[in-house]
């Protein structure tokens, strides 16, 4: 009874992992046929991409009609998107009314807002405090004189004029840089002690958010002209600005307020026991904190903001969608069965385009901040 | 932060509002070098952005004629899209000086809204579009037919009233949306699309085949679209007024763009009164008595401009119709300028 017994010396070695649980042919059994439930759903899922690529590829590039194409091409049978007529219309698209030999100018404003902006978006980049003064004090003065027009003998550009892009981009640009610290200071104002501040901020923020935008826009529009003196007029792109940032800013104070209830009383406490005073408490301990928690919810005001400077076109200000929206309509020698259809996909498209950027940037700074709770 | 708001509301405050004294309008317009023209956000022959993004159109001609003739440049002109909504308050509140903006005349407005209507620069009216393949010749045809409209409107009624006066039988297809009526009627999915006969001018050229669509000629209801100023400004009126009537004039008289410098030298005295060779009729109303030279020369005729804009030579397409001369079997008519 002694050979009975047999011990390996050595370890088996590692046999590679059955063919069938690595490669694509193992991932798709296992994510897209491991039950019969599956296999249909797959199966439905490929019929359906079958169905709608091949259609969508020959619209957008297949049969589409390039930026050097012409109207005849746009308009022959079977012809897809006619982005001839996006590349004809484009100077309307971005400048509205604009006259072409002074494109020029919102050129550099455009230029110059991306060279200011994306070292202050970049957290790495130096002279932070300098750039952010250019940015939010100088640019948009600078700005308004190069559009505008009427001194160092530029020609005198009336805000009627200006459309399109370039219109979206300063409600929005404005609104966005107004109404963030309004809201700050609302939401910190709503939970004041003291009576007047309160009341008024609250009623404030209640009155607008009571409303939608659009009654905000026409109040500016219709409203307002028959409260002021005979003669005196505001401009129209003045109450466009007015109004978005006035809404969005009470929207804001909400998503912020939210914030600071975040924050535990002891947060508070420890402030003061540290002997700051309440600009103080709030500056370095409170706001950080809660701001930091509110990100996602200040971005999706920002980004609605950033839709809503569409609503413009009721105070009669052609900004992009409108503009495509004109020229769609008044474009005739443009006109095939795709045309509308094309401009509306070029808008949607440049919309998506500054929505999708300003999410992402957002996820990004949201990692970044979330040192606290990092597990 | 309140550095940065305190300057932009400066700014601002200082940029973009004007005060004007509640003085004439005329003196007004003189004062900030331009007539401030209340436009549509677009409509084709009446006021669009053309391929150089510029106003053009009957009715911003309208306002360029104002222009010439106050400032002898029909360029002085700067333009605000108005929404329906909001056009007669921008009006009634001096943010335009002149609304010309497919504004129909009609008895409440002129009379309720402290507006002036100046005249009707085109006779709009209620039509109907058929398919050429169908035969159909006119609207006495239409019985039964199926007949895309958008609900909700004068358009529905007006076509209501026709089809019961004429003991026709009324049959609709109704759409809230004007866009979906036209892609309703494009589709098939009617016989019959009614609606302005412009805005059916307008839409059939977008259409892919317009040749095969025809608008029957009878016109249903009145729509006169006109100019219009704020009521009490008498002065500010008649020049809007008599800047309507030199277009028909030159017209009447044969005076274009083109020949107005020769017929400077014209003996015909309605031509020397018109363009201030003979007489001074410029200055009661507080311009030059080149005035009405100065609109020809700029702007041109009515008829060069309905032909540049809206006539059968255009996309659009529109006979003169009602909009012909009262000698040529129209219903546009100026009184004498003596």
Redesign the interface.
Known sequence: MTDIGFVRSELVTARPAPVRTTGAIAWAQKNLFATPLDTVLTILGLLFLAWIIPPLYGFFFGNAVGPNGTVEQC?MENAGACWAYIA?EM??FI????D?PEQWRPNIVFALGAILLVPLLIPKAPFKRTNAVLF??VY??LS?FLL?GGVFGLKVI????WGGLLVTLIISV?GIT?SF?LGVILALGRQSQLPIIKTVCVGFIELIRAVPLITIL?MA??ML??F???????????RAIVGVTLFTSAYMAEVVRGGLQAIPRGQYEAASALGLGYWKRMWFIILPQALKHVIPGIVNNFISLFKDTSLV??????DLL?AV???N?????W???NTATTGYIFAAMVFWVFCFGMSRYSMYMERRLNTGYKR | MQKKLVTLTATAILGLTAVSAQAAILDDVKAKGYVQCGVTGGVPGFSAPDSNNVWTGIEVDFCRAMAAAVFNDAEAVRYTSLTSQERFTALSAGEVDVLSRTTTWTMSRDTQLGISFVGTMFYDGQGFMVRKADGIESALDLSGAAICIESGTTTELNAADYFAANGLEFNTVVFVDQDEVVKAYEDGRCDVYTTDSSALAAERSKFANPDDHIILPEIISKEPLGPVVRAGDTQWFNLARWTYFALLEAEELGVTSANVDEMLGSDNPAIKRLLGVEGDFGTPLGVTKDWAYQIIKHVGNYAESYDRNVGPATPIGLERGLNALWKDGGIQYAPPIR
Do not use: H, N, W
């Open positions: 308009r004809a100077e309307f400048y509205g009314f604009y072409i939010i004090v948009p003065i308004y505008a009336p805000t009627e004029k404005i107004l610290p026409f529009s219709i002209p028959l002021m003196p005979q003669g005196m007029t505001v401009d129209k792109f003045l076109y009721i105070v009669g200000m052609k409108e929206k004109t020229k309509d008044t474009a005739l020698e006109q095939s069965a």
